[in-house]
T-cell receptor
Framework: DAGITQSPRYKITETGRQVTLMCHQT?????MFWYRQDLGHGLRLIYYSAAADITDKGEVPDGYVVSRSKTENFPLTLESATRSQTSVYFCASSDYRDSALHFGNGTRLTVT | SQKIEQNSEALNIQEGKTATLTCNYTNYSPAYLQWYRQDPGRGPVFLLLIRENEKEKRKERLKVTFDTTLKQSLFHITASQPADSATYLCALGGDNYGQNFVFGPGTRLSVLP
């Protein structure tokens, strides 16, 4: 089915571990985004990508790394997880400026 | 820095009434504004887009207004139904798309039968 899928849906990890959250879209959208959603802060942009091999920082990039070697994939890596990175992470895509963002259903990450 | 406020964290209304949600922003000149709906445990879903040169947009029972002078958007749901209960998010976009696409904190709407 066409769409945007995130995996895993739930993840528990320990402080200091490396974690990678996956995001895959089937529309060939140019733009892809990673947001985190926390109570009291709403959705905050971590990183975004305008095309394959083009990425840029958002509002809260520290502690995260992204890559986009293929248009359809946009993995987010926490190099050394901290408790403050416990959150729900959403991946989204859009096909051009000002078009709708299409979101995945999120990954709930808990760092213990 | 850019700031987006939505009228309240939660709004309760009676079924059949019109729900009005507010999105106010400062330190930003968006080229467009979008509204999304988010249900628990799910990602946001796009509802409507309105551009800076448009005053009003409608889609079925939904209506959005955009006043760049007041720096405000109003989102209306007419003839509200319990199924409309969800969190509604406004989002602003403009130059430097991507980095400057920002979301408000959301308003949780409950439509009571």
């Amino acid at each position: 089915d066409a769409g945007i899928t995130q995996s895993p849906r739930y993840k528990i990890t320990e402080t200091g571990r490396q974690v990678t959250l996956m995001c895959h879209q089937t529309w060939s959208h140019s733009y892809m985004f990673w947001y985190r959603q926390d109570l009291g802060h709403g959705l905050r942009l971590i990183y975004y990508s305008a095309a394959a091999d083009i990425t840029d920082k958002g509002e809260v990039p520290d502690g995260y790394v992204v890559s986009r070697s293929k248009t359809e994939n946009f993995p987010l890596t926490l190099e050394s997880a901290t408790r403050s990175q416990t959150s729900v992470y959403f991946c989204a895509s859009s096909d051009y400026r000002d078009s709708a963002l299409h979101f995945g259903n999120g990954t709930r990450l808990t760092v213990t | 820095s850019q700031k987006i406020e939505q009228n309240s964290e939660a709004l309760n209304i009676q079924e059949g009434k019109t729900a009005t949600l507010t999105c106010n922003y400062t330190n930003y000149s968006p080229a467009y504004l979008q509204w999304y709906r988010q249900d628990p445990g799910r990602g946001p879903v796009f509802l409507l887009l309105i551009r800076e040169n448009e005053k009003e947009k409608r889609k079925e029972r939904l209506k959005v207004t955009f006043d760049t002078t007041l720096k405000q958007s109003l989102f209306h749901i007419t003839a509200s139904q319990p199924a409309d209960s969800a969190t509604y998010l406004c989002a602003l976009g403009g130059d430097n798309y991507g980095q400057n696409f920002v979301f408000g904190p959301g308003t949780r709407l409950s439509v009571l039968p």
